[in-house]
């Protein structure tokens, strides 16, 4: 009996808990037999419904849209895109870059800035820092004794230059053959202990604030060295923020996401992807976005596959049926102003534009530059073409001028190329071909295309939406 009333108490809390979450979050719409919860919903709404988004959608024209997303998922789903390799590895890029950082122990950043700053420390090992400024002759292990003899020559008379009253950075810019130093007059940056060769660092800590060295000779070549500045490391409150910010640029996120993710692997026994599959799970339960967020990356790639797959590429490549769709629609892309399609091209003699024009008289435009290059550009170029294209009356002067007989407004050609022609079409009320417009029928057919995808997959899944719960987005 205590059994029983056990068993009951359990499953009426149960019960209750399920009730209190639906309350909390009830379905606002079943899509091929699946709940869509209202946070869901709402996700998906107020992010592509924020202040930066151009083209924002009511509320009723976003269902409409949102169902047919989640409908195109759902036959992606069903077509076992998800299971292929390339879908699966695309996604657990997107799905660790958000994961693997929260693996990381709270910390761990500020434990490797405070670690690279100890280190600085111990390099420095007592000593201060430098900033010192440089003229260097370069002297390649492998010159003559000539050639060092000319380069110490000249390093001796630099000296002795500096000694008469000469400016260093006057000297470091003219003759030193360190460009960058040399630009900044011969200025470096700032240096401890082990940051250069022996021989230079050596003169470098004998100096004091303000001191010129003697020429010296190192593994590199011949130096004189004036020690501009010199201080203690700032307190590491101080350099706290900028020791952060190089070790970001190096990398520093990633590198302790991964750690942080092999650890946990080890310790589980599990594999990364293991890991990372599980804590998905756990960190997705407890925080909603970061739950919509994944599976946003996960429709969102099931989208493009079925929809690049399924629409834009069949569509795109049906030459058939854009030139019927272009044909059955052909008042929709009439204009006002005259056009020209085709290819201008510019010529070094005068007499290749109308060789040009009779090349290619009646030839396809797809065969235009492969004819001109074979016959006129093999050794070197003597035409200059650009790619076919759709000008419309006063977008550019030389179709205006060859085309439109416009006299006005002519600019000035190449010096190397003084010649202009053309060859195409005049379109006076709209396009004659579909190529003409391609990308414009292209991009509306495909539109089509969706909208037909979309209604079959209407007809194909079943979609109930409940308007009392809808009533209540944005407003609990």
Not at 208 to 237: A, M, N, R, W
Not at 443 to 456: H, T
């Amino acid at each position: 009996m205590k059994r029983i009333a056990l068993f009951l108490i359990l499953s009426f809390s149960q019960y209750l808990i399920l009730s209190v979450s639906a309350q909390d979050d009830p379905i606002v719409m079943k899509i091929a037999g699946k709940d869509v919860p209202r946070s869901e919903f709402e996700y998906n709404y107020n992010k592509n419904n924020t202040e930066n988004v151009i083209d924002k959608k009511d509320l009723e024209d976003y269902i409409q849209l949102f169902i047919n997303y989640k409908l195109k998922v759902q036959a992606a789903e069903d077509a076992k895109m998800d299971t292929a390799k390339s879908f699966i590895d695309e996604f657990h890029t997107y799905r660790n870059q958000q994961i693997m950082p929260l693996l990381v122990p709270t910390g761990a950043e500020e434990q490797e800035v405070r670690a690279y700053y100890d280190g600085m420390l111990k390099q420095l090992d007592g000593h201060d820092l430098r900033f010192p400024s440089h003229i260097f002759l370069r002297v390649p292990q492998k010159s003559t004794a000539d050639e060092q003899a000319v380069k110490k020559a000249l390093i001796d008379s630099l000296y002795k230059a500096l000694n008469d009253g000469t400016p260093f950075a006057e000297l470091a810019k003219k003759y030193s053959e360190d460009p960058q130093s040399a630009a900044r007059g011969g200025d470096l940056t700032w240096f401890g202990p082990g940051q250069l060769v022996p021989e230079f660092e050596k003169v470098m800590y004998s100096l004091q604030k303000g001191e010129t060295s003697e020429p010296f000779l190192s593994t590199v070549g011949y130096h004189i060295v004036y020690l501009k500045d010199c201080k203690q490391l700032e307190p590491y409150e101080e350099l706290q923020p900028k020791i952060k910010n190089y070790l970001e640029s190096r990398g520093l996120a990633d590198r302790l996401a991964r750690q942080a993710t092999d650890s946990l692997s080890k310790v589980r026994g599990m594999t990364a992807e293991q890991l990372l599959d599980a804590e998905t799970e756990r960190l997705c339960a407890e925080d909603m976005e970061l739950k919509y967020l994944v599976q946003e990356y996960h429709d969102g790639l099931l989208l493009y596959e079925i929809s690049k797959t399924q629409i834009w590429d069949p569509a795109a490549k049906d030459t058939t049926a854009l030139e019927k769709y272009f044909k059955k629609n052909k008042k929709k892309y009439a204009w006002d102003k005259p056009h020209f399609y085709g290819m201008p091209y510019y010529t070094r003699q005068q007499q290749d534009v109308k060789a040009v024009a009779k090349l290619l008289k009646g030839e396809p435009e797809d065969r235009w530059t492969t004819k001109v290059r074979d016959a006129f550009n093999k050794d070197s170029i003597m035409i200059r073409m650009e790619q076919p294209h759709l000008y419309e009356k006063g977008e550019n002067a030389y179709i205006d001028s060859l085309m439109f007989k416009v006299r006005e407004g002519k600019t000035k050609l190449r010096k190397e190329f003084p010649y202009a022609g053309a060859i195409g079409r005049v379109l006076k009320k709209g396009p004659k071909q579909w190529t003409d417009v391609s990308a414009q029928v292209v991009a509306d057919y495909q539109a089509e295309c969706d909208r037909k995808f979309a209604e079959g997959l209407r007809k194909r899944y079943e979609v109930v939406v409940y308007p009392e719960v809808i009533a209540t987005v944005n407003k609990h």
